[in-house]
């Protein structure tokens, strides 16, 4: 039976993360309807914030799916991707290769550049596989490894190749700088719960002028009618009927994004960075190690970390389930090697760090492991104090 008990639950995750104060009192609005000129009104800033997260040119079309991230990336492809289409997809960890699986449906001939597990993409076998593609699409963080992807240096080269450019942005957008006039993304999306912390159901997209252009001359009509670019528009901005958008996470969305913008997405940056350094350099004493070797290829909002040997991987995550904390292992081949955990949005603060750190304590029959958190806190934060509201 599901019971109403859990208002104290701890999410370690990387997504859903832990919703924002603001975004949850949010919720309470009460119901208006999608043709409401206020709704219209709260969308026209919606889309505005999105320009700035996103950090796009100024007539940059920005909008909200009403679906989870996975659907903002099924829209990239539907609607910029015909049949007999090549497109290069980087694929290190299994966002990567949900892109490939969905570019082929869209009738993509899908070329893959792959990395070994827990290493980022080589732009060298970008640069290698280039000509000739109508697409390039990388994961900026690759959630399921902990990588993060030198989108800059492949934007280069998809730049001088003439192709559109989609980048995943779920755990990157909205907590890391995002740059998509400088960088010549075409297409970027996110998903509400990620970075956020807003309640799933909302796809946040970006579309350059430069991909609008390529739909406008399709072919053949977008297979995907629900997110087809033209509809959007129609409800976004001739604010004519599309389908009924989900005017309550609207709302919700709209409190935590305007929360973010106004903390500053460069302080956002260094809070994720300082929890990072704070949760790794106490652990690691008890044998906890960084899962991605080299630095810059590490994501700082998904915090992978190897395990120490002989760890219950999953007897100590049922156990802080039992606490009301959720923590996320491996998959496939990183299952009981390491843990993800979910610096994202609301979860980079050091309270829910504090429970984490307070029950591993007690599991692990380590008395010292709490103090030891308190203390690098302490280091940490001495510098910027104001970033975390300890
Ligand atoms: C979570 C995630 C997605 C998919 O988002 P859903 O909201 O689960 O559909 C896509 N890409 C990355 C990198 C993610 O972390």
Known sequence: MFEDTHTEHVLLTPGPTPIHPRAQKALMRGMLGHMDPEVFALNREIQADLRVMYGTEPEAFTALLAGTGSLGMEAGFANLVEKGDEVLVCANGSFGRRMAEMAARYGAKVRLV??????????????????????????????????LNPVPEIAELVRRSGALFTVDAVTTAGMEPFRMQDWGVDYAYTGAQKCLSAPPGLA?????????????????????????FGGLKDYWIDHTYHHTVPVNLHYAFHAALQAALEEGLENRQHRVRMMGRVITRTLEPYGFSHYVRKEADRLPTVLALRLPEGFDDAGVRQALRK?????????????????RLGLMGESAHPEPYRKLMAALQDLM??????????????????????????
């Not at 946040?204 to 087809?228: N, Q």
């Open 114 to 147: 792959t990395a070994p597990l827990g290493e980022a993409i080589n732009p060298e076998d970008v640069a290698n596989h280039i000509d000739g593609v109508a697409m390039v699409a990388v994961v900026h963080g690759e959630t399921s490894t902990g990588v």
């Open 204 to 228: 946040p997209i970006a579309v350059s002028e430069r991909a609008f252009a390529r739909f406008d001359s399709r072919r053949s009509p977008t297979p995907l009618w629900y997110c087809d």
């Open 323 to 339: 606490r009301e904390i959720s923590v996320t292992g491996g998959l496939g081949p990183t299952a009981g090697v390491i843990w």
């Open 365 to 390: 029959g380590e008395p010292g492991l709490l103090p030891r958190y308190e203390e690098v806190l302490a280091e940490e934060t001495v510098q910027k104090p104001a970033l975390l509201s300890v």
